[in-house]
């Protein structure tokens, strides 16, 4: 399987915010796009980390940086909004934290993710070119 190139990693997940955003805007059906967005959240990590796992130049830091995502906000959000598909979710609590609180943690760790992986894919071109 080939790799995808790191920028393009990083120009995807930049790039799935706004998609997700587009979606809200033209899919009326809220738990359609929390479905869509929250199945991307949780495979387009996935695949980054399977991407790096088999990677010759595997950083652990930038594994890391996908598995906190991953584990602390995309996994709980998920399930929590999949085992109460019909309930509000400012009605969720997250390890005693509000919905809406946990959502805002959940968008600072994906910029921390890409701020990670965009690290990782400069220190691999500063060490090839070395």
């Known amino acids: 399987m080939r790799q995808i190139k790191p920028i393009l990693q990083v120009l995807f997940l930049v790039l799935w915010i706004f998609i997700v955003i587009l979606l809200f805007k033209i899919i009326p059906d809220r738990r359609v796009v929390v479905l869509i967005a ?4 949780l495979f387009i990590p996935l695949g980054l980390a399977w991407q790096e796992l088999k990677s010759p130049q595997r950083s652990w830091i930038v594994l890391a940086g996908i598995f906190q995502f991953l584990f ?32 805002h943690y959940s968008a600072v760790s994906y ?6 992986l965009a690290g990782g894919l400069f220190l691999r071109s500063k060490n090839k070119a070395h």
């Open 38 to 41: 929250g199945l991307g959240f």
């Open 72 to 103: 602390l906000f995309v996994i709980p959000i998920l399930y929590k909004r999949l085992l109460y598909w019909n309930e509000s979710f400012g009605n969720f609590t997250f390890f005693g934290i509000p919905a809406w609180d946990f959502h």
């Open 111 to 116: 910029i921390l993710m890409i701020v990670i």
